[in-house]
């Protein structure tokens, strides 16, 4: 299992040295689905795609900051600061719910990791607000 997690990281750092911007954001799916599972695997594959991070669209660059502080939750990293997921945040306001909701529930995280809890309290209260619920009506009418 763990030699299969190296080859797949391989496989992503040599996609990244050739990726164009549609293809950015699937590479970023992919890292944030190893990212489930093996966080410590995921932040590695992101901190050797970081140095290119300013050649992306902006898109893909508030993508990986997602995916990155994703990782770092799931692989217990406490957070210092709230600055980067607020900017994620208001990026994400009107866009994705799901992007959306994850990034509430990170400044949730931030904000609890920082003692504040009545700002985490409302950051968790605003991921369940943007849940996205009426998928299964949309599709099943």
């Not at 190296?6 to 992919?30: R, T, W």
């Not at 900051?65 to 709230?82: G, I, R």
């Not at 900017?87 to 866009?95: E, F, L, N, S």
Request: charged letters at 25%; glycine letters at 2%.
């Amino acid at each position: 299992m763990t030699r299969f997690v190296f080859i797949y990281i391989g496989i992503v750092l040599a996609a990244f040295s050739s990726c164009n911007d549609k293809k950015m954001a699937s590479q970023l799916d992919a890292i944030s689905k190893i990212a489930d599972t093996n966080p410590d695997s995921a932040l590695v594959v992101l901190s050797a795609s970081e140095q290119n991070k300013e050649d992306w669209a902006k898109n893909d660059q508030i993508y990986y900051e997602l995916v990155k502080m994703k990782a770092e939750n799931k692989a217990d990293v406490q957070f210092t600061s709230d600055s980067i997921i607020k900017d994620v945040v208001k990026y994400y306001k009107g866009r994705d719910s799901n992007d959306l909701m994850l990034a509430y529930y990170l400044l949730g995280r931030a904000y609890s990791d920082m003692g504040e809890a009545p700002e985490a309290l409302q950051a968790y209260y605003d991921a369940i607000e943007s849940a996205e619920t009426t998928y299964y009506f949309k599709y099943k009418s």
